[in-house]
């Protein structure tokens, strides 16, 4: 089937400084890829829509400067938290779906990525 | 605009009891409707889908039906293990687009 993959999978870092995760489809071409938030035992909450080579589209009340959401290739979309806050501490988690063909309804979903904000 | 409604839990079952977790939807159209599970600090894994009214999605032993008349998508097994224990989310994609609609989610735990 088909995989996503995120890196780092936990990243700790201090206050004020930016964070990249990574986010790769491996074995198929993902035309529109996902970023959520999950909060503890709460929903995913997304936040934004992105598009291999065109700018991201984000959720009302997610902030495109401070999550700044690059889709270079049909393979990789990287989501950087930008002068990162305690708040800003949670479950992020990508997914992607395939360009075409019958899993075109389907999303694949990331392991998730576990940021702490000192 | 889309929604969905699962039941809160916790939900605290015993091994080899029968489960059922609600869920309703409210959509335009005719969206497909998913249950993924989480593992204890994993990500998502899509458990099964249906894509149109009457579909019947399976596997590994849970079931759900995709009732139009009762706009419902009620995940069932009939006998669930202590590995089962994860957490349920019901969610819808909209025609017309990707974007994936959750619900809150339902904790399941099975007692050995």
């Known amino acids: 089937g088909a995989v996503v993959s995120q890196h780092p999978s936990r990243v700790i870092c201090k206050s004020g400084t930016s964070v990249k995760i990574e986010c790769r489809s491996l074995d198929f071409q993902a035309t529109t890829m996902f970023w959520y938030r999950q909060f503890p035992k709460k929903s995913l909450m997304l936040m934004a829509t992105?598009?291999?080579?065109?700018?991201?589209?984000?959720e009302q009340g997610v902030e495109k400067d401070k999550f700044l959401i690059n889709h270079a290739s049909l393979t990789l979309s990287t989501l950087t938290v930008t002068s990162a806050h305690p708040e800003d501490s949670s479950f992020y988690i990508c997914?992607?779906?395939?360009?075409?063909?019958?899993?075109?309804?389907?999303?694949?979903f990331g392991p998730g990525t576990r940021l702490t904000v000192t | 605009g889309n929604s969905v409604t699962q039941m809160e839990g916790p939900v605290t079952l015993s091994e080899e009891a029968f489960l059922t977790i609600n869920c309703t939807y409210t959509?335009?159209?005719?969206?497909?409707l998913f249950w993924y599970v989480q593992y204890p600090g994993e990500g998502l894994q899509l458990l099964l889908k249906?894509?149109?009214?009457?579909d019947k999605g399976s596997n590994k032993g849970f079931e759900a039906t995709y009732r139009k008349e009762t706009t419902s998508f009620h995940l069932e097994k009939g006998s669930v293990q202590v590995s089962d224990s994860a957490v349920y989310f019901c969610?819808?994609?909209?025609?017309?687009?990707?974007?994936?609609?959750f619900g809150a989610g339902t904790r399941l735990f099975v007692k050995a």
């Open positions: 969610a819808l994609m909209g025609t017309g687009g990707f974007k994936t609609i």
């Open positions: 249906a894509t149109k009214a009457d």
């Open positions: 997914s992607a779906t395939a360009r075409g063909g019958g899993a075109l309804n389907e999303q694949y």
């Open positions: 959509a335009t159209g005719y969206p497909s």
């Open positions: 992105s598009n291999e080579g065109s700018k991201a589209t984000y």
